[in-house]
């Protein structure tokens, strides 16, 4: 064979190795993808989907699917893209029941949203799962600057958020740096807020930020001035916290400790330190110890800032050391809201002890409740009456009570229209929570701004600044009446004296507990002004 023949079926042999071993090397390490848009990392599917992907999570596939439904159903009109970014796997039964409520909220949102008729734009939903506590929220990140960017994706908002985490700060932070907006519907750390003032407001921190419920320190503050905190005796008052970092735990545990009470001091803080969320850990054996701490002071009231899982250990501790037959009341914030979901018959049976009597009790401010708005609406027009004689005219009826009455009628009546449809969500929504309330809230907050930005042709999309711009105008005559009360938006994108509702977890005398709703609490110890017309110096 000539030289040159062997030269060149050399190369071509090279050729075919590295070609193939490229290929090899290719199909080996391609990213292992879980669904369109979705990569698998470890054991969790990681990334972006609105086409009825239920990441793992069997509880989420029937509003994933309605999700992709009516996305499709509007596909053809004039849209934008806004993504619910919350963790959607979980190893926690109850965990997994919560973000289905969660998704729950988002869905009836979305149909809220594009229920009108010449009202562009329609909203497209779609799912963003950072991982379990928010650990791969950079790769979600990067694709949602990506849609943000795309003239088809035409990304406007990000909402969701539900832990008050370093990671979620992260998230948020690269969001808005890159003024993409973000609607959070569900986090009270007091670390994921802009300033109020002048200069703070020139400057945000997080540019194109906007919350809907208050934070942690505004949630003491309401507790505070409901309870009657500052007239409670410091000696009969202890705070326990975990010293596990979460912004949620560490910005609680600061605004409990900033309650002024009246007398001598009592017993110091006491701490314990949890594995993560969703993990007990050892915490028990630290339960043991501190409750018997607190047995030994005349402590009977707790402020306890932790997770829900420790928070329900906690209470079972406390009713196992049952010293002096004493009855304790455990006051913690707003992650209680899901405790009755963790609670088992044995649990109940043992916060009331032998004797039936309760001898724990839990009050814990909600960012909502169900039977707030016509308790307080029934207790407000006896009062007219008495004071008037007569009954009230519709004009006469407060807003900061009326308007969310009537927001959560729409909501409830948006449930029953799905579930005549024959829609599967999974199971029925359950509003008890305040989860599918908030997060509704929170898809109606940026409907709303959506519309207000909308000028032009139907098919003109709304920049990414003109929605974040529009955070601080609502408020007053553009206020939204949310199932959770009135959102009136500051400078600073932070809901003004938004209510939390005080609701009691009471084990009763037999059987399952009761979850009572008690009363309204206000940040700033009155409720909103009529039209949420803002003072100029806010709390």
């Known amino acids: 064979m000539p030289r040159w023949k062997k030269i060149l079926y050399a190369l071509l042999g090279t050729a075919v190795l590295v070609a193939g071993g490229l290929f090899g090397w290719t199909f080996l390490h391609r990213p292992d993808t879980c669904a369109d848009g979705v990569e698998r990392i470890g054991d969790e599917c990681v990334g972006v989907n609105g086409e009825g992907y239920d990441f ?62 010449g009202e562009p734009p329609r909203i497209r939903l779609v799912l963003a799962n950072p991982g379990r506590e928010y650990a791969h929220q950079a790769a979600v990140v990067d694709t949602l600057l990506r849609m943000a960017r795309s003239p088809e994706d035409r990304l406007r908002a990000v909402t969701g958020f539900n832990l008050s985490l370093d990671a979620t700060t992260q998230a948020v932070r690269r969001l808005t740096a890159h003024k993409v907006p973000v609607l959070a519907s569900r986090i009270t750390g007091d670390g994921i807020a802009n300033e109020e003032g002048l200069d703070a407001v020139a400057k945000p921190k997080f540019p194109g930020l906007a919350r809907i419920i208050p934070t942690n320190l505004e949630v003491a503050r309401a507790l505070a001035a409901f309870t009657g905190g500052q007239d409670r005796e410091d000696r009969r008052t202890v705070l326990v916290h975990d010293t596990r970092q979460d912004s949620y735990n560490e910005s609680l545990a600061k605004a409990f400790d900033s309650i002024e009470e009246k007398g001598p001091a009592g ?20 339960f043991t110890q501190i409750a018997n701490n607190i047995c030994s002071s005349e402590a009977d009231t707790v402020y306890f800032a932790g997770r829900t899982l420790h928070l329900r250990l906690f209470a079972l501790k406390l009713a196992e050391v049952g010293c002096e037959k004493r009855h304790y009341t455990i006051i913690s914030g707003s992650d209680a809201a899901s405790l009755r979901q963790y609670m088992s018959p044995d649990d109940w049976d043992k916060l009331r002890g032998t004797d039936g009597e309760a001898k724990v009790t839990v009050q814990y401010a909600a960012p909502a409740h169900p039977k707030a708005w016509e308790t307080e609406l029934s207790a407000w027009r006896k009062q007219w009456r008495k004071s008037h004689g007569r009954e009230p005219t519709k004009d006469d009826l407060p807003q900061y009570l009326e308007e969310p009455k009537e927001a959560l009628d729409t909501l409830t009546d948006l449930i029953e229209t799905v579930r005549r449809r024959g829609t599967d969500l999974g199971a029925p929504p359950s ?109």
Not at 64 to 82: F, G, L, S
Not at 85 to 94: D, F, I
Request: with cysteine; hydrophobic share 30%.
């Open 56 to 117: 793992g999570t069997p509880e989420i596939g029937g509003v994933a699917r309605a999700i992709a439904q009516e996305n499709k159903r509007i596909e053809k009109d004039p849209h934008v893209t806004v993504a619910m970014m919350l963790p959607l796997q979980s190893g926690s039964e109850a965990l997994r029941r919560q973000i289905r409520s969660d998704l729950q909220g988002a869905y009836v949102g979305q149909l809220q949203a594009n229920e009108g008729e």
């Open 431 to 539: 509003l008890d929570d305040s989860r599918t309330m908030l997060v509704y809230d929170g898809m109606v907050t940026i409907d709303t701004a959506l519309h207000l930005v909308q000028s032009g042709p139907a098919d003109k999309v709304p920049s990414l600044e003109d929605v974040g711009g529009e955070w601080r105008q609502l408020k007053a005559q553009h206020r939204v009446p949310g199932t959770s009360g009135l959102i009136c938006l500051t400078g600073g994108g932070n809901p003004y004296d938004k209510p939390v509702a005080v609701v009691e977890l009471d084990p009763g005398r037999e059987g399952e507990g009761t979850l009572k709703y008690v009363g309204l609490g206000w940040p700033t110890g009155t409720p909103q002004p009529r039209n949420c017309v803002i003072p100029s110096s806010t709390p």
């Open 267 to 286: 017993p110091a803080e006491m701490s314990f330190t949890s594995p993560a969320i969703d993990e007990a850990g050892s915490t028990g054996n630290q």
